[in-house]
Structure formats: structure tokens, C-alpha cells
């Protein structure tokens, strides 16, 4: 083999500070996952719910018929609460290779051979989840809003319910922080993919059911602690000042939810190393 | 032949300060102590690392790199600490993992020029960089294929290209030429005594393989059960100069075995029933034939030979 001496010289030009290569690592990322058409498709389908809703605020703003379809703060809490089967779909699509496929192909010693640290790595992989949820559930009902305005015509709305716009960005982040962190943590458990997104959807589903098993048997909806999902229905209800679905205590479904986040972080720290110690 | 300490042995390097330092290092992985008191120094230019599988050699690119905490001791690479500066060394560093690795799901091109991204270098410049490398490691036809179709030497040359994408100053290549078939291997072998001789890339070479570290490298580090057994030039660690013979006899070779360590003789067995006894001074010809006259064995073989590296390595690990 010829060696090209022409091909290889020192590089004389700029480099970047360290603390930026999660950045690299999350538009690599989002690159590879928008190169995909199936991909494009569910992110489309998640926004119908949002064009029926914009069709409901316009014919409540500009036909008296359809006055009943006039949105309300709750609105916003069923419409968040509507696209969490998105999240669900989203976090399994984008999420489940995340890691997983790294840790199959060797590829996290590449990573930290890099001058990057362990958590930036995880930074740059969150950031695709991170991005992708947001576009789904923060970023269609805050231009909801604005839609109400705009067909409104006036901001008389947003005055009446102030609080809508920490709510969504409140409860957009925990149901984002929340399916961002554990499927990160499962994706950093195994190899396989599918067998994370199995995991996934193993957690939701079971626990759900576990729940429900546990309140036909004992009547108590307390226990809804038991159950992800319905701790995050619990934590919206509180947020949009609806009243609750079960008997279980605001802080303690606030507990359950910093809990997974702060259990899949110290995964991610036990999972997330150049060399894996089999002892 | 055991020894019982490493062997200091050869003039020190033409740059005093070496490139990568340890003192006392002592790496526990799960229940194994990997590395066992370690003081080496890697002078600059391309140093081997030459130990039998299980030596230690990947713990210690893996602690140099920062992946693993040593439990004790002290390690700087380029004059940095590895404890402090991980990061600041990781970006003057590159690594070619021993063990199958890349990006998934990118094509050749992209992976490299990722990884220079990934080391800091802008994106026109990391791509450019990754076509100039990709050429120079001789997948520049093949590097629009996605590297998950490559063969094994293809595999390990994008290693080397996503370790060099960067320009580093110094490259720890672990066991590079793994897999690979003779005319690759040869192939790999040149480039990476290009890098060291004509580049100005210091290297650190992994390896099992004493042929390989002959070509490559002029100094080297032997490594045996976790310990340091010796380093200097290779020139040093091939030791003083002796007769070297290779010797067969007819039927009781272990006896002539003793015969010739009794009588002070080095000796080492091989796998052809060939052993090589080293012998000091001039007469080792006529001592050899004499001792084996004097009990009674008749000499089948002896040839003089010339003193190799795994000569050396046989002595300070201290078996054959």
C-alpha cells in the first residue's frame, strides 16, 4: 500500500474549547434521526392533534355556533395530556438506540477518548430526546396559545388564565426530563434496541397495569405512586389547577418523578464508562 | 528464569522529559490487581509496550487515558496529570482501541470526520482532515462505504484514521495489526513507523507481537503479570551482546537443558525442539559441542543465530 505523503500533514488551524462536544454529539443525532421518513411521519401525525385543536379555536373565535369549542385553561392540560402517546412513540423511536447502539458497536471508548467527559456525553444524547419531545409537547401548545391570541384578537385569554404559560413549560419539562432520563438509562443497560424499547414500554404498561390491579383490589388510588404515567397525570392535574384524579399528595408525586430522574442519572453514571468492569 | 525487578537497561532518551510518566501506578479492576506498582517513563518517538496477553498493557493505555482511576500512584502524559487534565491530555491524544469499535450507522468519511468534530477541529476543517487521513491509511476509495461493511484490516486502519483525525502529539495504538493478514499487517506496520519516523507523531505500540515492536519502535516497555520487567532501547533490552546458538540434540533434550544451565548457560526451549543457548565470550561452539561430547549426547543442530527481541522477552519474563 502506498503511503499518500501529501494525504497526511499536522493541523495548524483552531480548535474548540472543551464543553462543547455534546453539541456535536446532539446535532449528529438529530441529523441521523430526521434522515429518517418513518421518523418524519410519526413527528407530522404528532402535530394533527394540534391543527384540530387550532381549527376548534378558529371557528370558536369567528362563529357563535361553535362558541362551546372556546378553548379553557383545562384545554391545555387535555391537549398535554393527548400528546403523551407521542412521547410514548417518540422516546422509544429516538431513544431506545441511543446509548444501546453505542455500547453495541464499542463506540463509547471512541467517545471518551475525546477530550469530552462522561456527562457531556450524556448531555449531547439527552439533547436529541430532549429536542424532539419538546417539539411535541412544549412547543405545539405554546404556539396553541398563540393561535388562541391571534384568532382572538385580543390577549383577554391569557390575562384570564396567567398561569397556562408556566404550566405548559412546567409540565412540557417534567413529562420531557422524565421519559428523556429513564429511556436513557435503559438504553445504557443493554445492547439491543428492541430490547430496550421493550423495557420501555414494559415499564409504562406494567406499572400502569400493576396499579390498577392493586386499586381494583384495594380501592386506593394512593397508590398510583406505583405508576410513571399516572404520577405525571397526577403532577399535570396540580400544575393546570384541575382537580385530581387519585388521592395521592401533590409532593408526593413531585418525589416520584425528581426519583426516577435522580435513579436514571446514577445509572447513567454507573453504565456510562469507557470500560466495562465484569467482576 | 525469574526475575526479580525490572531491568533498567539502556541510555537515557535524546528529549530528558518523557513523554508519558508513571510512578507507583496501581490499578485494581474488580477483584484483579491489573497493574502492580508500575513506574515506566516513554521517552519520545515510538515506544512498544510488549507483554504476553494479560500483561497489563491495555490497563495501562486505559488508566493513561483516564478510564480507569489507578488505586495508587501517579501518572502525567505530555507533563499533564492524568488525574487533573484527563481532559486536556484526551484532546492532544489519540487511541486506537484494541477491540472492534466505531460509530454506528455512518459511512467511513463521516465517522472520521466526526470524531475530529468530537476533538474540537471546525467541520469543514475535521472533514477535510478526515479525507486527507482516510487516504493516508488507504481506505480513501472505500470511504464513502459505511464502516459497518468493512473487513477486519479495513476496520482497523478507520481506528487509525479516527485516532489521527485530530493530529495528535502522541498516539497510543493498542494492539494494531489484531486480525489483520500478512500483506495488511506490513501495511500497518509502515504506517505506523511513517507516523514515528517521518510525521513527528509520538507513539506508544500495544502489542504481543515482538516482530512488530522491532519494526516499529526504538525503545520499549516489557510488561509481565502487571508489573514492569524491563525498558530501555531495544537495542539494551535485546541485551549484552552474546553468542547465540541454536541448538537440537538427539532424544534427551531436557537433560542437555540442565547440562547447559548448570554450566551458567542461558537457554530457552522453543516450539521445534530447537533451544537457544546464549553463550558469553568467544568460544561458545566448541564449549557447547565439548558438554555435550562429555556426557555422552550427540548434537543433531547448532547454528549461531542472531540475538531478537524475543530473546530478551523470554529472559525477562523468564520463560519460553
Known sequence: ?279 | MSTTGPIPVGPPSPDASPVVDLQGVSVVYGRQLALRDVSAAFPSGAVGLLGPNGAGKSTMLKALLGFIAPTQGRMRVLGLDVTTSALEIRSRIGYMPESDAHIPGMSAVAFVAYCGQLAGLPDADAMQRAHEVLYYVGLGEARYRNVETYSTGMKQRIKLAQALVHDPDLLFLDEPTNGMDPKGRDEMLVLIRDLAQNKGVNLIVSSHLLPDIEFTCDHVVVMDKGAMVAQGTLDAVKGPQMQVFELRVKDDAERMVGLLRAAGYECHDTDDDVMRVFVPGESGAAAIFGLAASHGLQVRHLRQSVPTLEDAFARVVGGA
Open chain 1, 1 to 279: 500500500m502506498p503511503i499518500h505523503d501529501q494525504g497526511y500533514q499536522r493541523y495548524a488551524g483552531s480548535r474548540a474549547r472543551t464543553g462543547a462536544a455534546w453539541q456535536v454529539i446532539a446535532l449528529a443525532g438529530i441529523r441521523t434521526v430526521l434522515s429518517e421518513r418513518k421518523f418524519l411521519g410519526l413527528l407530522l401525525l404528532s402535530w394533527v392533534p394540534f391543527l384540530v385543536r387550532a381549527v376548534q379555536v378558529y371557528l370558536a373565535a369567528n362563529f357563535q355556533q361553535a362558541s362551546f369549542l372556546a378553548p379553557k385553561g383545562e384545554t391545555f392540560r387535555e391537549f398535554l395530556e393527548t400528546q403523551s402517546i407521542f412521547v410514548f412513540f417518540i422516546t422509544i423511536y429516538v431513544g431506545s438506540g441511543l446509548i444501546a447502539a453505542d455500547r453495541r458497536a464499542n463506540a463509547l471508548q471512541l467517545y471518551l477518548a475525546k477530550p469530552l467527559s462522561r456527562w457531556e456525553y450524556v448531555a449531547g444524547k439527552a439533547a436529541v430526546l430532549f429536542v424532539f419531545l419538546v417539539f411535541v409537547t412544549f412547543a405545539p401548545a405554546v404556539l396553541l396559545l398563540l393561535v388562541q391570541i391571534g384568532f382572538a384578537g385580543s390577549l383577554s385569554f391569557v390575562r384570564q388564565n396567567l398561569y397556562l404559560v408556566p404550566a405548559i413549560t412546567l409540565y412540557s419539562l417534567a413529562q420531557v426530563l422524565l421519559a428523556s432520563s429513564t429511556m436513557l438509562a435503559l438504553s445504557s443497560l443493554s445492547k439491543s434496541s428492541r430490547f430496550v424499547g421493550v423495557m420501555y414500554s414494559g415499564l409504562i404498561f406494567f406499572t400502569a397495569a400493576l396499579f390498577n390491579a392493586v386499586r381494583g383490589v384495594t380501592g386506593q388510588t394512593w397508590l398510583a405512586f406505583l405508576s410513571p404515567s399516572d404520577v405525571l397525570e397526577q403532577l399535570g392535574d396540580a400544575i393546570f389547577r384541575q382537580p385530581p384524579r387519585f388521592d395521592m399528595p401533590v409532593w408526593l408525586a413531585a418525589t416520584v418523578v425528581l426519583v426516577l430522574i435522580g435513579g436514571s442519572a446514577w445509572v447513567l453514571e454507573r453504565r456510562v464508562r469507557a470500560v466495562e468492569v465484569v467482576s
